[in-house]
């Protein structure tokens, strides 16, 4: 009864808010609700979960829905708000038969606006922020918006430079404040991660580039939650609690390029750095990461493309800390193969694969279009290890075993591989309404079972994924 009083309360003020202001402001509304089944068989190579504890259901059925309303005073200043229901199970949460548990969340909460008698932009709360990334892969691996969809509290200022030739973004964001406004006792402790970012999109009739660099802090007392994998070194979680990370520094350096001198063929690339300053070596997270890609958008039914990436991969010793570079929040993948968590049109449609200490390549046809309203995608990618068999050996030793700090199948020692093909299909059925068609095939090649036991490597079998849905945006 609780549940069903609070969502009447909610509505009854969403009307409140959106009615009352019609005589001063614009108030604009956009949004998605997607239905999907997904078949996926042996996720993770195994069935199981990513600690081989539980057994996944081969036939899921998910729905989410997402509203994002702007109020706009005038074209200089304006307010987005978003709540969704976030690609949640039917027959469970809020889509529970009779007695749903109510899952709604703020995932966009953001005022806009320029300062007076500038070009200045100024945007300030809850938002969707990402460091410079090529359109072929989708998005950053340091730290990615995911379309709208991911969000750190933050404030941003953009300027132009030379007009439309160059620009400047400035930004702080506060990823992390375990306790908020009040530590647990008397005693302060630091429980935030901040990060500073600098970015400089420059725009040429050749080429496009984006310098960018950004800091952070890292308080001990912050609980990294689904960050911790990506930012700390297997080193850091070897007793004594002195390695604990302690106001440590973070930073990041990188550069995207577009070459567009040679249209119809496109070429992009990206490159960065990161590394922590921790004061035990073992605790020290360093490494690199560059990807290219070729494409040619001179055909009208289809954009064929060739991507390629490499990234520096852990070393045989702990005492040294991790070369694998860290990240934040990342979204990367080569022409959306679903090797990759990356802009599938679906969700729980990826194997999920971390890019850090891989390399590999991927073919793909995109945008093939031979019948009308229906819009296709073939790729197929290779992935190949960089990271030292001794290294994720010890790794797992001292962080609690597979499915926690590495999991078999998403971290790649050398001399495993990973084989992926999958063929998208979405079909216009109205101008806002899609069918999407998922089909995903995924081969792991070369599991040592003396890096993650004789039990899961034994089981590791090819994935199968088909996933069918409605799209509905407005």
């Excluded at 009352?20 to 190579?45: E, K, Q, S, T």
């Excluded at 949460?93 to 008698?117: C, H, M, N, R």
């Excluded at 300030?124 to 991911?150: R, W």
């Excluded at 216009?428 to 792991?444: K, S, V």
Aim: with cysteine.
């Amino acid at each position: 009864m609780r549940s069903v009083s609070r969502v009447v309360c909610f509505l009854a003020a969403w009307l409140v808010v959106t009615a009352v202001p019609a005589w001063c402001l614009d108030v604009r509304m956009a949004g998605d609700g997607r239905i999907f089944g997904n078949f996926f068989l042996h996720h993770n190579y195994t069935g199981w979960n990513a600690d081989g504890t539980q057994t996944e259901d081969p036939v899921n059925f998910y729905q989410r829905f997402r509203l994002r309303t702007d109020f706009v005073t005038h074209e200089n200043l304006s307010f987005r708000l978003g709540f969704r229901v976030d690609d949640e199970n039917w027959g469970h949460g809020t889509f529970t038969a009779d007695a749903p548990e109510v899952s709604i969340e703020v995932y966009l909460a953001y005022l806009q606006f320029k300062w007076p008698d500038t070009d200045i932009q100024i945007t300030a709360g809850y938002q969707p922020v990402s460091m410079p990334a090529t359109e072929a892969f989708y998005d950053s691996l340091i730290m990615a918006n995911d379309d709208g969809d991911q969000s750190t509290s933050a404030l941003v200022l953009t300027a132009p430079i030379f007009g439309d030739a160059a620009s400047l973004s400035a930004g702080f964001t506060r990823f992390i404040d375990t306790n908020g406004a009040f530590d647990t006792d008397t005693t302060q402790v630091a429980d935030e991660f901040d990060a500073f970012f600098l970015t400089a999109p420059i725009t040429l009739d050749a080429l496009n580039f984006t310098p960018w660099g950004m800091a952070g802090i890292l308080g001990k007392g912050a609980d990294l939650g689904d960050m911790d994998t990506g930012l700390r070194s297997a080193g850091s979680y070897l007793p004594p609690d002195s390695r604990e990370y302690n106001q440590t520094a973070y930073w990041w350096a990188g550069t995207t390029l577009e070459v567009k001198a040679f249209d119809p063929v496109k070429i992009s690339m990206d490159f960065a750095y990161g590394s922590s300053a921790n004061a035990l070596q073992s605790s020290r997270r360093r490494g690199w990461f560059a990807d290219a890609a070729i494409e040619y958008t001179g055909l009208s039914f289809m954009t064929p493309g060739i991507y390629g990436w490499a990234a520096s991969g852990e070393n045989a010793s702990l005492s040294d800390g991790s070369e694998r570079i860290p990240v934040v929040m990342p979204k990367w993948g080569p022409a959306t193969s679903f090797l990759f968590d990356c802009d599938q049109a679906l969700s729980d449609a990826a194997m999920e694969t971390d890019p850090t200490g891989t390399m590999g390549f991927a073919l793909a046809l995109k945008d093939i279009s031979v019948i009308e309203d229906l819009t296709s995608r073939l790729t197929f990618a290779m992935v190949f290890g960089t990271n030292s068999a001794a290294g994720i050996r010890r790794a797992l030793a001292v962080t609690g075993g597979n499915g926690g700090y590495m999991t078999m199948g998403q971290t790649l020692a050398v001399g495993e591989q990973l084989v992926g093909v999958n063929f998208d299909h979405y079909y216009d059925l109205y101008e806002n309404l899609t069918l999407t068609l998922e089909t995903g095939y995924a081969q792991g090649i070369g599991f040592q079972s003396n890096i993650w036991g004789h039990r899961f490597a034994a089981a590791a079998s090819p994935a199968w994924k088909c996933g069918l849905g409605m799209t509905y945006t407005f």
